[in-house]
């Protein structure tokens, strides 16, 4: 299939891998490491991180406590749904804001 045009996916879900071959009339390929890119990705989020908010992960993961709660924002006309993630009570994570008036960011660690 030398020169034919191809796509390719990161993960392999077999009804939307055709889908995609369907929708976009070629072969798609699936990468055989995909489900590795997620951790790939974080693991470069992670070197990129100043020093200054580096911090040894902690393995004690029984212990945690994770739970959300979901934000409506009413500061602009989209009423964006916030989802919260908090882990022992602080703030670790947020998404579903469209603008930057709805972010809500984890606080700041001081050293």
Excluded at 28 to 45: E, I, K, Q, S, Y
Excluded at 60 to 89: K, L, P, S, W
């Amino acid at each position: 299939m030398i020169g034919l045009p191809r796509a390719l996916m990161t993960y392999r879900l077999g009804a939307k891998w055709r889908a995609f071959e369907d929708e976009l009339g070629m072969e798609v390929l699936v990468d055989a490491d995909g489900h590795l890119m997620g951790a790939f990705g974080a693991a470069l989020l992670a070197a990129d991180a100043p020093e200054s908010q580096r911090r040894p992960f902690a393995w004690d993961v029984d212990d945690f406590e994770f739970r959300t709660r979901e934000v409506v924002c009413g500061r602009c006309a989209n009423h964006c749904e916030v989802v919260c993630v908090y882990r022992d009570d602080e703030l670790i994570d947020s998404w579903g804001n469209r603008c930057d008036r709805g972010a809500v960011r984890p606080r700041a660690r001081v050293a």
